[in-house]
C-alpha cells in the first residue's frame, strides 16, 4: 500500500463524485458523508494528505486542513502535510518517494485546484486519486484513495500570479469545512 497510486483517477470516470458549495451550512455534513461512502469497511488507519504551499493563498488550502486536524484522532488519523511543515511541487516527491503504508490504511488527499467556470467556489468530494500541480503544469504523481479539492479559481493561463491573491476568506471557510 503505497501513497502514490498508480491508476490515475483523472484517465477514467469516477464512480462517486459530490459537489459542493463551499460555504453551505451543511458542507461538513455532506462532506462526511461522502466519504463515509468511499472509506471501505475494514479500514484501520487513514491518512489525510494536505498538498499545497503556505506561501500562497490560493494553494494553502492542504496545509490549513492539515494545521486544523494535526493531533485531533491520533489513534485513527495521521495527518501529513500542515502550515508548519507544508507539502508542496518542490518537497511531496522526497518526503514520500519510500513511505510504504500498513495495510487496511486508506489515503484522503486535500488540495486546492483550478475548475471550470460552473464549479469554482465549491468543495469537489471524489473517488480516486488526484494530481497535484496539474493545473500549473506540473508534473507530479497522483496521490490518494480519493480526493477532496477545493476549487479556488477558474482554470486560466494567467492563474498562477492570480493564486497569490486569492481570497483567504475562500480558503479558510473551505478548510474549516472539510476539517470539521
Given at each position: 500500500n503505497n501513497i502514490y497510486k498508480q491508476n490515475d483517477m483523472?484517465?477514467?470516470i469516477s464512480m462517486l463524485e459530490e459537489i459542493i458549495p463551499y460555504s453551505h451550512k451543511l458542507a461538513p455534513l455532506f462532506i462526511r458523508n461522502t466519504l463515509y461512502n468511499l472509506i471501505p469497511e475494514g479500514t484501520?488507519?487513514?491518512?489525510?494528505?494536505g498538498i499545497g504551499s503556505n506561501l500562497i493563498n490560493g494553494d494553502s488550502l492542504g496545509p490549513f486542513v492539515g494545521t486544523l486536524l494535526q493531533d485531533m484522532y491520533p489513534n485513527h488519523l495521521t495527518v501529513l502535510g500542515n502550515l508548519k511543515s507544508p507539502l508542496d511541487a518542490t518537497t511531496i516527491v522526497p518526503r514520500f518517494s519510500g513511505i510504504t503504508l500498513p495495510n487496511n490504511?486508506?489515503?484522503?488527499?486535500?488540495d486546492s485546484v483550478l475548475g471550470?467556470?460552473?464549479?469554482?467556489?465549491t468543495i469537489v468530494v471524489r473517488e480516486g486519486s488526484l494530481r497535484p500541480g496539474v493545473g500549473l503544469g506540473r508534473n507530479l504523481p497522483a496521490i490518494g484513495d480519493c480526493s477532496v479539492m477545493g476549487v479556488v479559481l477558474e482554470n486560466d493561463p494567467a492563474v498562477e500570479s492570480s493564486l497569490f491573491y486569492t481570497n483567504l476568506h475562500l480558503i479558510y471557510t473551505m478548510a474549516t469545512n472539510i476539517a470539521k
Open positions: 483523472d484517465t477514467r484501520e488507519h487513514i491518512y489525510v494528505v490504511s486508506f489515503v484522503v488527499a486535500i471550470s467556470q460552473g464549479i469554482v467556489n
